[in-house]
T-cell receptor, first 114, second 115 residues
């Protein structure tokens, strides 16, 4: 089982460039989340989605955009990369309406903006 | 707004000893779930244990148990018989059920198990 797949694993961007972090899951999960983790810190929620066509802002949405056209895919877009966006990005998904289901995490994308 | 607080930046424990990792939370919702995750140095996020706000019993999963005190809004993780492989970052998280469905994490704390 693939679970949650994130690509790329590593990326270096120059200031002002744009890119899309890909996330796909094969578990038919409705709920998907994007987090960033700065060095030595916890995970901060960027955006999340409770189903195809529905997205909402998390704690730190500025500088990012998302879309959810299918259940499987939840890409994260950085339009004008800034050094403050240097971080590790995690995508996660969960399937159940009740709270008990844990998040399934991807392996992360390490992004450096210079 | 929901909030998770983990105030211990780091802890050291001897192998085979028990250790308690603190987590307090704040929410106005009555229905919520609390999670603990482990992040070893390799970076992956590993789910450890879950406690629902309406669960009458404290959750247990092998060597992990959760000391849930609803009135105090605390959900401390207890690891019994620590092992060297328990050295990692530990994160507490909360999800509001039936509301926003956000899952918000605390800042985490680093546990080091000494031989």
């Amino acid at each position: 089982n693939a679970g949650v797949t994130q690509t790329p694993k590593f990326r270096i961007l120059k200031i002002g460039q744009s890119m899309t972090l890909q996330c796909t899951q094969d578990m038919n999960h409705n709920y998907m989340y994007w987090y960033r983790q700065d060095p030595g810190m916890g995970l901060k929620l960027i955006y999340y989605s409770v189903g195809a066509g529905i997205t909402d802002k998390g704690e730190v949405p500025n500088g990012y955009n998302v879309s959810r056209s299918t259940t499987e895919d939840f890409p994260l877009r950085l339009e004008l990369a800034a050094p403050s966006q240097t971080s590790v990005y995690f995508c996660a998904s969960t399937g159940f309406v009740t709270g008990r289901s844990p998040l399934h995490f991807g392996n992360g994308t390490r992004l450096t903006v210079t | 707004a929901q909030k998770i607080t983990q105030t211990q930046p780091g802890m050291f424990v001897q192998e085979k000893e028990a250790v308690t990792l603190d987590c307090t939370y704040d929410t106005s919702d009555q229905s919520y779930g609390l999670f603990w995750y482990k992040q070893p140095s390799s970076g992956e996020m590993i789910f450890l244990i879950y406690q629902g706000s309406y669960d009458e019993q404290n959750a247990t999963e092998g060597r992990y148990s959760l000391n849930f005190q609803k009135a105090r809004k605390s959900a401390n993780l207890v690891i019994s018989a620590s092992q060297l492989g328990d050295s990692a970052m530990y994160f507490c998280a909360m999800r509001e059920i039936g509301g926003s469905e956000k899952l918000v994490f605390g800042k985490g704390m680093k546990l080091t198990v000494n031989p």
